[in-house]
T-cell receptor, first 113, second 114 residues
Framework: EAQVTQNPRYLITVTGKKLTVTCSQN?????MSWYRQDPGLGLRQIYY???????DKGDVPEGYKVSRKEKRNFPLILESPSPNQTSLYFC????????????FGPGTRLTVL | GENVEQHPSTLSVQEGDSAVIKCTYS??????FPWYKQELGKRPQLIID?????GEKKDQRIAVTLNKTAKHFSLHITETQPEDSAVYFC?????????????FGTGTRLLVSP
């Protein structure tokens, strides 16, 4: 089954404790992206990757890191989480950069205390 | 950079009525405009999209119109059903240093009452 998976689905952590949210797709998509969703603000892009070892900042990259060592995986790293990073996070992938349907993962709800 | 505004933020209709959601964008170079539907607790899913060389596109009960001159596009849902209740996001795609970036609107919560 073609899909985008994320783990964990729910996470409660404390300020400053490094965490990683994994994202994997099995559709051989080149483009992957991370979004955060906050009430009243819609979906905002954090980082994106056009291919292996090619990543760039989105609209809200501060406090986040990403890596793309393999085509299928695109982890999101929070080196020192803060309460303002409490949000719902979505990973997405598409065959082509943007001008093509984006397939979203199930989401990760993160709470930073 | 691109800015996408979406209205209304909430929309309540009776089953069978039509619903219209409007979006405006700022970058005249934007050329791809998708609409995503997000049901409660679920992930966003593409329902329809339109490219800048087309003025209107239909798929059964949903349609999207694009006015490039005015830089706005709209989603039209006819004969609404309770299962249409969801949050709808518009988006616009524009070039950014050789890469097309997708910017989303803030969403419209549609409630269809039986």
């Amino acid at each position: 089954e073609a899909q985008v998976t994320q783990n964990p689905r729910y996470l409660i952590t404390v300020t400053g404790k490094k965490l990683t949210v994994t994202c994997s797709q099995n559709m051989n998509h080149e483009y992957m992206s991370w979004y955060r969703q906050d009430p009243g603000l819609g979906l905002r892009q954090i980082y994106y990757s056009m291919n292996v070892e090619v990543t760039d900042k989105g609209d809200v990259p501060e406090g986040y890191k990403v890596s793309r060592k393999e085509k299928r995986n695109f982890p999101l790293i929070l080196e020192s989480p803060s309460p303002n990073q409490t949000s719902l996070y979505f990973c997405a992938s598409s065959l082509l950069p943007i001008d093509n349907e984006q397939f979203f993962g199930p989401g990760t709800r993160l709470t930073v205390l | 950079g691109e800015n996408v505004e979406q209205h209304p933020s909430t929309l309540s209709v009776q089953e069978g009525d039509s619903a219209v959601i409007k979006c405006t964008y700022s970058d005249s170079a934007s050329n791809y405009f998708p609409w995503y539907k997000q049901e409660l607790g679920k992930r966003p899913q593409l329902i329809i999209d339109i490219r800048s060389n087309v003025g209107e596109k239909k798929d059964q009960r949903i349609a999207v119109t694009l006015n490039k001159t005015a830089k706005h596009f709209s989603l039209h849902i006819t004969e609404t059903q309770p299962e249409d209740s969801a949050v709808y996001f518009c988006a616009a795609s524009h070039m950014n240093t050789g890469f097309q970036k997708l910017v989303f609107g803030t969403g419209t919560r549609l409630l269809v009452s039986p």
